[in-house]
């Protein structure tokens, strides 16, 4: 059944009669997506749709048919309100998914980040904690852990079954007061940021601690999936690489950056995972590579790390670094700055140095001349070229920073290692049979 079929046979005062709802004379009731005290929710029987007034509301500004308004009440999937849907169409109205059948993880995070997504338009602290980062929660898709997501309403058997499975509750192994099972909420007191697979589906949750904790500020879901903000599209040309979450939020916000680059989140200086360098190797129109990584010894060492190694992987792609100032990173920059100083500093950024990396001191400037394209500038094609193949038995030195050498049993890859810096000694060596 197609989505508009579900809309043309599913009247918006069927939804509202299954969940015990009634407009009063003017067509409008309390909203039930937030603290409403005074009717704000209008029905509108013309267009089969509603829309709240409220400005508290975590839907205000959208207008609600049918299917959005089944997500919302139940907190449920863009799947599972379509199929809920049609279970109403069905006279049945029964769950979307059978109590025996345990939730698989994707659903579950989906249908909980959902709820998180919800709370953050009714949670203050975690608005006045973005706020202070310098972020707008109504930009920037992002939600809040209060912890009590599987409390009330919400306390379904499946769900908690599967929250337990996927790392979101711990479950204490005793009872509480009530005498229910006592359970501890993953990341609680958290602003929530979602972690997408490739087909742009959530798999995968990050919490950022909104208390003054600098022991516990950061946490990721057990079995770690998905990149923030997602796998950057085919067509990428420009792609900027940040230590956090947070920082690539912070760009993501400033419309003339995101415009020209796609974004992409490490997970810490150590964070080039090998989901990173799967969407990095799948962009096949990729021209440039920048770091903007924190102006500290942690953010040059981890430059000194990855430019190597992704200049082997792709010789044709130029690498090059914002220079940050000392003891900032991005997200400080935009708090204590015009949002212009990140484009300054973008368009400001230099050419990755290899040559320099082996004959300079720790901490020295490795970097070349300054980055000649602006933001305002088109970004024009550049046709690639394609390395030679090694000869069996040949040393193949076209890429100094991927020397190859083809055996009779294996082909032979010594990457991040250049003819040039013969006293560095990074390298990765990867062996392939043939």
């Not at 997501?149 to 509480?176: M, P, Q, Y």
Request: net charge positive; aromatic share 8%; proline share 5%.
């Amino acid at each position: 059944m197609e989505i508009s079929q579900i809309k043309a046979e599913l009247p918006i005062k069927k939804v509202l009669g299954h969940y015990g709802l009634k407009p009063d004379k003017h067509q409008r009731l309390r909203c039930p997506f937030h603290d409403d005290k005074t009717p704000s929710l209008q029905v509108y029987y013309k267009t089969q749709t509603c829309y709240c007034f409220s400005s508290n509301c975590p839907t205000h500004g959208r207008s609600l048919d049918v299917i959005d308004f089944i997500m919302h009440k139940e907190q449920l999937t863009k799947r599972e309100a379509i199929l809920k849907a049609k279970a109403l169409i069905g006279g049945t109205g029964k769950g979307v998914a059978p109590q025996n059948k345990p939730l698989s993880r994707e659903l579950i995070v989906q249908r909980i980040f959902t709820y998180f997504k919800n709370g953050i338009y009714s949670s203050g602290p975690a608005q006045e904690y973005l706020s202070g980062r310098g972020l707008d929660y109504r930009k920037t898709e992002v939600g809040y852990n209060s912890g009590q997501f599987h409390h009330g309403k919400r306390k379904d058997k499946a769900l908690i079954e599967g929250c337990v499975r996927c790392g979101l509750l711990l479950d204490l192994g005793n009872t509480s007061r009530t005498g229910n099972r006592a359970y501890k909420p993953f990341g609680k007191w958290g602003v929530v940021f979602p972690l997408r697979d490739r087909d742009r589906q959530i798999v995968g949750l990050y919490f950022r601690s909104i208390l003054e904790d600098k022991k516990q500020r950061h946490f990721y879901l057990k079995n770690r999936q998905g990149l923030y903000p997602g796998y950057p599209g085919e067509e990428t040309r420009r792609l900027i690489l940040t230590e956090s979450i947070i920082d690539a939020a912070t760009l993501l916000e400033q419309e003339k950056i995101k415009a020209h680059y796609q974004v992409l989140a490490l997970y810490g200086t150590n964070g080039l995972t090998q989901e990173h360098q799967k969407a990095i190797q799948d962009l096949q129109e990729l021209e440039e590579i920048v770091f903007f990584l924190n102006g500290d010894q942690a953010g040059i060492k981890a430059v000194e790390k990855y430019a190597p190694a992704l200049k082997g992987e792709y010789p044709e792609v130029k690498i090059t670094h914002v220079q940050v100032p000392e003891g900032e990173d991005v997200n400080s920059l935009l708090q204590g700055h015009s949002p212009d100083l990140l484009i300054h500093l973008i368009e400001d950024r230099k050419e990755y140095d290899f040559l320099l990396l082996g004959g300079k001191p720790e901490g020295a400037d490795i970097f070349l001349s300054t980055e000649s394209e602006r933001l305002d500038v088109p970004i024009k094609s550049v046709e690639k070229e394609k390395p030679e193949r090694a000869r069996e038995g040949g040393l193949d030195t076209n890429n100094p920073y991927n020397l190859k050498f083809t055996g009779r049993e294996a082909q032979y890859q010594i990457k991040g290692f250049s003819v040039g810096q013969p006293d560095s000694l990074k390298i990765t060596l990867q062996i392939t049979s043939r």
